[in-house]
């Protein structure tokens, strides 16, 4: 697979669609058993209030993820990330009820970066209950 977008048709300031991801406890239960993450601090309540935290929260790696979403769906081909790193601010918490979190991202083209490679820069924004939960959110993708 390569990706779908044309760098030649992209240009900065170009905002990505806007996606929402749902986040409940079994969510991180599955999570917790693909990624081998079984710290007690996504899954047990009572550990999470012991250690100073509010409530369970999302696993760093989950949101992450969730993130980047909005770029590989955009792009077509997950494989044109190049590069991705971010900074955690904020940790999703994830409420036992039916609502559970709701982690909201939001991407825009920042830079082009090089013309000869067509890769550009995209920034992200991700916010769960008002708040930005991720810093320094940025990748860089490789486009057809």
Known sequence: MTAKISYDEVEVGTELPAQTFPVSR????????????????????????????PDVIAHG???MAAAIRVVTDW????????EYGVRFTKPVVVPDDDKGA????????????????????????????????LG???AVVRLA
């Open 26 to 53: 079994a969510t991180l239960v599955r999570y917790a058993g693909a990624s081998g993450d079984f710290n007690p601090i996504h899954w047990n309540e009572r550990f999470a209030k012991e250690v100073g935290l």
């Open 102 to 133: 709701v982690i909201e991202v939001t991407a825009k083209v920042a830079v082009k970066l090089d013309d000869e490679a067509r890769t550009v820069r995209v920034d992200l924004v991700a916010s769960a209950a008002g708040q930005k939960v």
């Open 136 to 138: 320094l959110s940025r």
């Open 61 to 63: 790696m989950f949101t």
């Open 75 to 82: 792009v077509g081909d997950p494989g044109a990330v190049a």
